[in-house]
């Protein structure tokens, strides 16, 4: 398929087949200005941890460097993840495997195929450029860890509308390098909501700008719309919309955290932060499963600014009285939250 000329070559996985897949990458650049892998069987992994024939490996199913790449069809990848997900080895194998993992692939189409377990993110895009995400299911247990369903990181043009993703954790992630990034129409749950970030880990510098999130659901999350960056980070986050948003018993509804600390880590003196700014969450309805449903706790050494809360319509699941907090953080806000932002 890759060192074909011409154009339109397909690599076919057959429909009434199942194969059985080691890690492996397909390589770059190919001589047609486009390829597809046009998936309608089955794929799966090795059957556990044991059977994988390199655990070093940081990708299952990897494609590095195809311009006009199309991966469609109406067929299945199963990652077998469960071996993974238990304790003992997710410590020592904390970075493996994404299921699947693209790099470098310009003009990158994803539509229709259904993603099962992942041992760890469902789909990750790193390094590429106008990028189509569409009518995909990613599937997962909702406590299995790390799980995400669509993890980018360093893309531009990103667009994603009308899938479903079910998982362990976020629905989709968003991190340093995410420009121009396009989310509608998602339905999701379980797992963490929509996230970008974290940000700044270690001190890191991060960029995330021009996000849109319109139209989607969060079904039973543990998070909705949420922002959240390391202490001490560098960089900024900016120009971000989660509008039109359904909620059905999600933990916490709108939270953007500057204070985010993962397991297993002490708190430290804050010296610099991510720069939050132009963020806007419009038009939420629903149920939230506790009573505080909207939570900005941004950093005392940067604040966040132009944070607008509007039209946002939450109720609680146990008829309790909503609780919002917000800590240096200035804009505007409506309805029965004016207040909670300082203004600027």
Same mark, same amino acid.
């Given at each position: ?55 070093? &490996?940081?990708? #299952? ?13 109406? =067929? ?5 993840? %469960? %071996?993974? #997900? ?5 410590? *020592?194998?904390?970075?493996? +495997? ?5 790099? =470098? ?9 259904? &993603? ?8 990750? *895009? ?5 990028? $189509?995400?569409?009518?995909? $299911? ?5 406590? %299995?860890?790390?799980?995400? =369903?669509?993890?980018? &990181? ?43 970030? &974290? ?9 995330? @700008? ?19 960056? #390391?202490?001490?980070? +560098? ?27 993962? $397991?297993?880590? *002490?708190?430290? @003196?804050? %010296? ?58 200035? =804009? ?9 932002? $300082?203004?600027?």
């Amino acid at each position: 398929m890759c060192s074909s000329g011409g154009s339109n070559k397909t690599l076919l996985i057959p429909s009434d087949n199942t194969f059985l897949l080691q890690p492996l990458v397909f390589q770059g650049p190919c001589n047609s200005p486009s390829v597809q892998v046009q998936l309608e069987g089955k794929i799966v992994a090795p059957l556990n941890k044991a059977a994988w024939s390199d655990l070093e &490996s940081c990708e #299952w199913v990897s494609f590095n460097k195809i311009i006009g790449l199309t991966v469609l069809g109406s =067929g299945t990848i199963n990652g077998r993840g %469960s %071996s993974f #997900w238990e304790v003992k080895y997710f410590f *020592i194998l904390k970075e493996v +495997k994404f299921q699947l993992h693209f790099e =470098g692939c310009n003009n990158l189409e994803i539509n229709g195929i259904t &993603s099962f377990d992942s041992p760890r993110n469902h789909i990750s *895009i790193h390094d590429c450029r106008q990028v $189509k995400i569409t009518q995909i $299911k990613l599937i997962a247990p909702g406590d %299995s860890p790390n799980t995400d =369903g669509i993890d980018i &990181s360093t893309s531009i043009d990103v667009e994603i509308y009308d899938t479903t993703v079910g998982t362990g954790d976020d629905c989709v992630a968003l991190n340093s390098g995410s420009i121009n990034i396009s989310i509608t129409r998602m339905q999701c749950g379980p797992g963490h909501g929509i996230s970008v970030g &974290s940000l700044g880990k270690d001190g890191e510098e991060s960029m995330v @700008e021009n996000v849109q999130v319109t139209n989607c659901t969060f079904n039973e999350t543990n998070n909705g719309a949420r922002i959240k960056t #390391w202490p001490n980070g +560098k960089g900024y986050a900016r120009n971000i919309v989660f509008k039109d948003i359904t909620l059905t018993e999600t933990k916490n509804p709108i939270i953007i955290d500057q204070q985010y600390i993962d $397991k297993g880590r *002490i708190d430290v @003196e804050e %010296s610099s932060a991510v720069a939050i700014s132009n963020v806007t969450f419009t038009n939420f309805h629903g149920t939230s499963r506790q009573d505080e449903i909207i939570k900005i706790d941004c950093s005392e050494v940067t604040s966040c600014k132009d944070i607008v809360l509007d039209r946002i319509d939450i109720t609680t699941v146990d008829g309790k009285k909503p609780i919002v907090e917000c800590s240096n953080a200035y =804009g505007h806000s409506t309805n029965a939250y004016d207040g909670c932002l $300082k203004t600027q």
